[in-house]
């Protein structure tokens, strides 16, 4: 299959050997879970527990609300200790509602919806259901609800599933471990997706550094001639869905547009695993695989990590820290974001924590831009960060606007290749939450606006209604007063 | 001599002309710039800024007597707006900004008498005589008029919480970088 150029891009150290050769091992159940309500892009979901309640394995906690939003399942059988504020796994540090678990260590299954017979007989729409009840989200990183991703097809005429096994971030091996360790269950889930999006091909994309997942996929997919499984050149940010897209296709999709365009839908390796889970034997998702690495970590290891799992309670179990790390990331290097503390529990798109150290974060002072242009050669954009960057320092982010900030989805190359150490990621990050801040600030004014202009002629319209309705009664009473004293009087016209 | 001042008073008496009629047919009412200004103003006419509503407001600013932080509901938002089209420098930096607020009434100490409701340019309050009121909060763009009229002081203002969603990443320290 031909492999089509990605522009930009860099090619950083993957340090991927200190994990990639582990065996996903299962986690043993924590003492407590912290499940938050808020794991995916969308509305928070709405809690169906209450503190004291006992809960089944499997069973609902918090049911998806809105049009965008995933449910959330007890990963164990235990007692809800409590529903309650609990920081979240986010840079902010700030808290948000989230379900306290007790396991009771019994892990018994509640009641499961029961298995499709034959999900390719199935329609679209009833796999939809079982996908946005068991809760699945994409679980490369972006925590999308896969059941809207899946309706894709209704709207677009699709022609390729791509199946993103690409891992481009250093250190990660989740996607690596699960392709190897089960090729088989992600075919199948993403037969059973391919069928409910109504595609005829589906593409499984794998960076050319995993050579033992390509082997194990290749195999698992030789009995479907509908399947191809290629390899895509080793290349930060192939794993991003527009550009494994266009090194697939060929094409590159435009600004503000979905893949679904150029009829192609990109879902993780992950995911699709979680699917086969979901319509094979009707489980929730209710564990990820998590990649624990770094320098500061005593044994990486790739771990089935129940969802709610403390992260200071899995960095436990890979024997601890050896020394204090300089930074604790959520997710890979490059766009992972740094945890507020080992304090904030493990989520569904929680695909890898690293403890790195000092050494290995590599902060340096800023230099003034030498204007080499390197992260203009790199960007798998084509934007211009240096230009961009200029705006925001100076507070002129519609400049930055127009050269397409909004479009920078914060891969962190240009930061990755400055010679002089700027921070041009943070200041895109910077003005995308301004921007989108300002977007939101023009929507509730308008909001305000109509509000009172509504309720302007509505004290106008009442105003005249007493008006119109006092001149009548005048009217009448002059009338009926005129005609009882003297039908001739000139008053009375 | 006679020949170029009789052709400047031509020429004179011609262009004043043509001015004259120019500015009976093409005057503009009023001051563009105010309409302007009034539709970046919140327009909930709730008199913060010591004008009595919005379009009195943007006149005062057209007219440059009024600075562009006038409007407390507005925020940094507005004041920045106001200030790139006025194509004056504000020191926001000393601006007092409060952050967004909304009301909240406390329920226990409502009586019902309905003031809030009827103060609130944007309906954002539902309540009934003697019922205990409350505040749609995506209405309420804290403009603190019902805080004023409440007569048991059960309006209490607060700053609307920072969501995750809504979180953002401050700007990099300002090192010189260029």
């Known amino acids: 299959m031909k492999i089509f150029p990605v522009r930009g891009g860099i090619h950083p150290d993957y340090r991927k050997e200190l994990t990639s050769e582990k065996a996903i091992v299962p986690m043993p159940l924590p003492r407590k879970l912290y499940l938050p309500l808020q794991q995916h892009i969308g509305a928070p979901a709405e809690p169906v527990v209450k503190s004291g309640d006992m809960v089944k394995k499997g069973q609902l906690l918090a049911r998806a609300q809105g049009a965008v939003s995933a449910s959330t399942h007890a990963p164990t059988s235990g007692r809800i200790a409590d529903v309650a504020m609990v920081t979240a796994p986010h840079p902010s540090g700030l808290p948000q509602l989230t379900i306290m678990l007790e396991p009771d260590g019994k892990d018994e299954w509640a009641e499961l919806p029961q298995p499709l017979a034959d999900p390719f007989a199935a329609s679209s729409q009833e796999i939809r259901e079982r996908v946005a009840a068991a809760g699945i989200v994409g679980l490369g990183g972006a925590t999308f609800p896969s059941a809207i991703k899946l309706n894709l097809g209704s709207q677009n005429k699709l022609e390729t ?74 290349q930060y940010p192939m794993g991003s869905e527009r550009h494994l897209t266009q090194a697939i296709t060929g094409l590159e999709t435009p600004a503000k547009k979905l893949t679904a365009e150029l ?9 699709a695993r979680a699917v086969h889970h979901a319509i094979r034997f009707g489980r929730p998702l209710l564990s990820r695989v998590v990649t624990v690495s770094g320098g500061a970590v005593t044994e990486g290891k790739n771990i089935d990590v129940p969802l709610g ?24 290097p490059m766009m992972g974001q740094p945890l507020p503390s080992l304090e904030v529990p493990v989520v569904k798109g929680t695909s890898g924590i690293l403890a790195l150290t000092a050494d290995e974060v590599n902060e340096r002072d800023t230099q003034p831009c030498i204007r080499c242009g390197s992260c203009v050669t790199i960007c798998p954009c084509g934007l211009v960060p240096v230009e961009m960057a200029a705006f925001i320092r100076k507070d002129n982010l519609d400049g930055a606007a127009k050269l397409g900030v909004m479009d920078c989805f914060s891969c962190g190359s240009c930061s990755y290749v400055c010679p002089s150490h700027i921070p041009l990621v943070h200041f895109f990050n910077y003005a995308k939450g301004r921007l989108n801040e300002a977007e939101r600030d023009k929507r509730k004014l308008e909001r305000i606006k109509t509000l009172a202009e509504t309720r302007t002629t509505r004290l106008e319209q009442q105003a005249q209604a007493k008006k119109a309705a006092a001149a009548a009664a005048a009217a009448a009473r002059k009338a009926a007063a005129a005609a009882s004293e003297n039908p001739d009087n000139k008053a009375s016209v | 001599m006679l020949l170029a001042v009789g052709s400047l008073v031509a020429m004179g008496a011609t262009l004043g002309t043509v001015l004259g009629i120019a500015s009976r047919y093409l005057a503009v009412e009023g001051n563009p710039l105010e309409a302007e200004l009034l539709a970046l103003l919140p327009g909930a006419q709730c008199g913060q800024c010591g004008f009595v509503g919005c379009g009195q407001a943007a006149a005062a600013l057209a007219r440059g007597e009024a600075p562009v932080t006038l409007c407390p509901p507005g925020g940094k938002a507005v004041a920045e707006k106001l200030s790139k089209k006025l194509g004056v420098k504000a020191d926001l930096s000393e601006h007092e900004d409060k952050g967004p607020q909304y009301a909240f009434v ?71 970088l260029h």
């Not at chain 2, 009827?118 to 909060?137: L, M, W, Y």
């Not at chain 2, 309420?140 to 995750?164: D, N, Q, R, S």
Request: charged share 20%; with cysteine.
């Open chain 1, 161 to 234: 599933l791509l199946i993103n096994g690409a891992e481009c971030e250093p250190y990660l091996t989740c996607d690596d471990r699960v392709m190897r360790e089960y090729a088989a269950e992600v075919i199948d889930g993403a037969r059973i997706m391919a069928h409910a999006l109504g595609t005829a091909k589906i593409v499984v994309g794998i960076e050319e550094n995993k050579p033992q997942a390509m082997a194990a996929m290749s195999q698992a997919a030789s009995a479907f001639p509908n399947i191809s499984v290629v390899g895509v050149p080793v």
């Open chain 1, 263 to 271: 009829g192609v839908v990109v879902h993780n390796v992950g995911t």
């Open chain 1, 309 to 332: 799992t403390m992260v200071s309670d899995l960095v436990a179990f890979c024997g601890g820290l050896k020394e204090p790390p300089r930074r604790i990331v959520n997710g890979g």
């Open chain 2, 106 to 176: 406390q329920e226990d100490l409502c009586i019902g008498c309905l003031r809030c409701a009827n103060e609130c340019s944007t309906d954002a309050f539902i309540g009934a005589p003697k019922q205990v009121h409350t505040v749609i909060r995506e209405n309420c763009h804290g403009c603190a008029k019902c805080f004023k009229v409440c007569p048991t002081e059960a309006i209490k203002m607060c700053a609307v919480p920072v969501t995750l969603g809504e979180w953002h990443w401050e700007k990099p320290g300002s090192h010189e």
